[in-house]
């Protein structure tokens, strides 16, 4: 059966696909799935695939198992991972070699490898089943979890797991405006950076009058390190396309764009084969299942600038103008793309939609807080046992989300804080570990919930060094037309530079927080609004480390090249040599067997010796 | 007819005015640098920042950029408002020292210190000369080129553009171009710079990019006598 060469004239008739699929797919409720993720490619898991491809055909397995090269499952740092189901054996780290051992000893005799299975990296336990792993177990992942059982480009695997139901939901059951009550009751808010209500922008464009309206999906994603909206298209492109047709619906918009950033060529690539599938089935396109509703999808890229990710910049790069924000009002409900009123959500936001429509604004509403329903993807990097992926009900602590799932911090090092928000977000310190990740609460801690980024920092890091590090970032993806975003970025990192390298005083402090203010005040969008943040929260939480910079020229962090110094104790330096011959800067003077001495003009701060010496005789002062 | 409060006053005005075009209407003065009554407006010097809205819930806005909207109370002399400006007005005068219209703003002001690093700056980026050409002059000689702090106003392909008719506009709008006035005490009272200018734009262009005489580079003293003459 191909289903491509069909067409769907009814509810009824996605319904019989959906039984005839589940039929053929029953004898195959064993199946590999191979994480195709971002992160498991880049540590080779297409590779792993292949082989296991080739390992299934030649010894005639075929029949008795499929394969499926899934979207992100997660646990990035642990890749290549690879499920085998239907008991969900998770095995990680699984190269080439490991394959004809995986489907001999566990496909096939269910006998399990020891060496491939997670182990928690704080206690060493193993564990044999994914839904047993900590990182996963603590999770809800109504968003991702799909991502396990299916092909992304199958549109067969998203209509079993029941796909598109929720379109003929709200087609067939439901009017524009129930639909956006339900959005309302659901308490779904904005995934990609303001929070902003969707059920009310969703009303605003279906209260404005006009012909044509369009909706458009912004899977920029210009946040270093943030990978949730692109994971999700990749993975799981169809429940992105599905949100949208609803959100079409609701809105009387015919018309849906997913602006995706060029740099994300897969998740280009599986949302056209999705778009070119649900077309072929008239799961899009004019009358879809015969309710007499038309919308059609395109996809619009563009070279992916962190700006161009704010709406009006949006709708500027997807009318081919250059991606500069403008002021609003006019918002874009009564001036938006090609001058019509246009939504935007984000990629998260919309994958959401299906869920809320098929299982209700209640279940939704149990998953969150009070003030906004359903889970959070967040992206899960930096000084943390377990980075990837993690998806849990809004309003979990900070403290489980690290701890719990991340397993913590790397190398048995203490927690010293974590941006959240992205670029524009704020670091949070270890007393504010035990608040609830919502809207409300990170804004309150002068942070944001962002569109997601996560980073943990150890005590190794320096928080004036990250304040320079953010702003470096902003200064360059700032679009330069407010003279407050332009020039004030500029000169708070001029600041902030002199401070790292001990030439700051209280004074400029002082004038770095005016500064600070005056920018958050006076910039045109929420780039510039919010291009402070990451000045302003170190200030606030760790404003001894700015004074020890200051005051005594030290950095307590050692990480200001600047104000530390390498030294040899004498004591404990057996003049073995090694420190000498890999210095770079040849700083290092000694004859053998006799102490060694850094001559500190010529050393360059590069620690090499630091990490050298086998008998800790190198220190960082 | 719109219905708004501006500075306690219940106002009306038109349809599509700006808060700044109403504030002026009722003579209100708001400094602005990237403003000109005969451009599209830009929103990009900040300094016509106006504080809309009441209690937490108020922000500043640029009033060149900013529509009336029926309700709306705008307040453009708050306490918030004018740190914000003399602030942005510190910041001027340490990147572009040199123009007479940020010299003579920044006095009555009363900005009298520069906290920052001293920088020399010829351009503001304000956009007025990329206005004036495309939409006085139908022209689109100039443009903007990359974001960020690397933005800079250039021709097509960094060359001498063919649409360009040396009209002389560009400069005739820049606020930067606005030499500062020297005073009686300047250290050096024979200036001379009109003399024998070699315009700064050949540090730049192959060929001189306008016919304008003198050079306004002599105002801001950034020519230097060289071998070029017209
Ligand atoms: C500088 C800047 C960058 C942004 N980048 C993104 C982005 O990459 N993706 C995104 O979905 N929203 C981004 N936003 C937020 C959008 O402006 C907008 O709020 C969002 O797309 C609306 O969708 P939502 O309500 O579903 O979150 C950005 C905002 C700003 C100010
Ligand atoms: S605030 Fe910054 S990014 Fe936003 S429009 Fe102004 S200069 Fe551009
Ligand atoms: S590596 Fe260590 S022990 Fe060896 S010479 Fe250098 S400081 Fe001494
Ligand atoms: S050259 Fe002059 S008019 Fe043009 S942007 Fe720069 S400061 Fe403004
Ligand atoms: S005059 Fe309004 S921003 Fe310049």
Known sequence: MNVLHMRLKTPDDLD???????????????????????????????????????????????????????????????????????????????????????????????????????????????????????????????????????????????????????????????????????????????????????????????????????????????????????????????????????????TGASEGIIYVRSEYPTAVKNVKTAIAQAENLGLLGENILGTGFHFKISVSTGAGAFVSGETTALVAAVEGRLGEPRQKPPHLVERGLWGKPTVINNVETLANVPYIISYGAENFLRLGTEKSGGTKIFSLVGKVNNTGLVEVPLGMTLREIIFDIGGGIKNGKKFKAVQTGGPSGGCLP??????????????????????????????????????????????DESCGRCFSCREGISRMLEIVEDITRGKGSVEQLELLKELANVVKDSSLCGLGQTAANPVLATIRYFEDEYFAHILEKRCPAGVCRDLIRFSINEELCQGCDLCLKKCPGEAIRGEKRQPHTILGDKCTKCGICLETCKYNAVVKI | MINLTLNGMEIKVEKRTTLLEAAKFYGIEIPALCYDEALSPYGACRLCLVEIGTGNHSRLVSSCTYPA??????????????????????????TCPSSRTIQDMASKHGVTTVRFKQKNEECILCGLCVR???????GKAIGFVNRGIKRRITAPFAKKSEECRLCGGCMYICPACQARCQGPQEENPVCNACLNLSPPCLDYFQEAMCYMDPCVACELGTGRKAKFTY
């Open chain 1, 16 to 250: 019989k696909l959906r039984d005839d699929i589940r039929q053929k797919q029953e004898k195959d409720k064993s199946f590999l799935a191979v994480c195709g993720g971002t992160g498991c490619s880049s540590s080779g898991s297409e590779k792993v695939r292949e082989v296991f491809q080739q390992y299934l055909n030649r010894h005639n397995l075929k029949k008795k198992t499929t394969l499926k090269f899934t979207g992100c499952l997660g646990l990035c740092e642990r890749g290549p991972v690879v499920i085998i189901f239907p008991q969900g054996i998770f095995y990680q780290k699984v190269q080439e070699s490991d394959v004809e051992e995986i489907i001999e000893k566990t496909f096939l005799k269910g006998e399990i490898i020891e060496r491939l299975l997670y182990q928690d990296p704080v206690n060493g336990e193993k564990f044999i089943y994914a839904d047993d792993i900590p990182f996963l177990k603590k999770q809800k992942r109504i968003l991702l979890g799909n991502n396990w059982l299916m092909e992304p480009t199958s549109i067969e695997d998203y209509i079993s797991l029941g796909g598109y139901q929720s379109v003929v939901k709200a087609l067939t059951k439901m009017t524009p405006p129930e639909v956006i009550a339900e959005i309302k009751k659901a308490r779904l808010r904005g995934r990609g950076g303001a929070g902003f209500p969707s059920g009310i922008k969703w009303q605003e464009c279906y209260d404005a009058v006009s012909k044509q309206k369009y909706f458009i999906c912004n899977a920029d994603e210009g946040d270093p390190g943030a990978f949730m909206d692109r994971s999700l298209l990749e993975g799981n492109p169809h429940s992105v396309l599905e949100g949208l047709i609803i959100g079409g619906y609701a």
């Open chain 2, 69 to 94: 909207r029926d309700g709306l109370i705008v307040r453009t002399h708050t306490e918030r408002v004018i740190k914000a400006r003399k602030l942005l007005l510190e910041l001027y005068l340490a």
């Open chain 1, 430 to 475: 270890v007393s504010l570990l035990d608040s609830p990740t919502d809207f409300e609460k990170l804004n309150s801690a002068g942070s944001m919930m962002g569109s997601g980024g996560m980073i943990v920092m150890d005590e190794e890091t320096c928080m004036v060094d990250i304040a320079r590090y953010f702003l470096r970032f902003l200064e």
């Open chain 2, 132 to 138: 004036m050409c495309a939409e006085q002059m139908q």
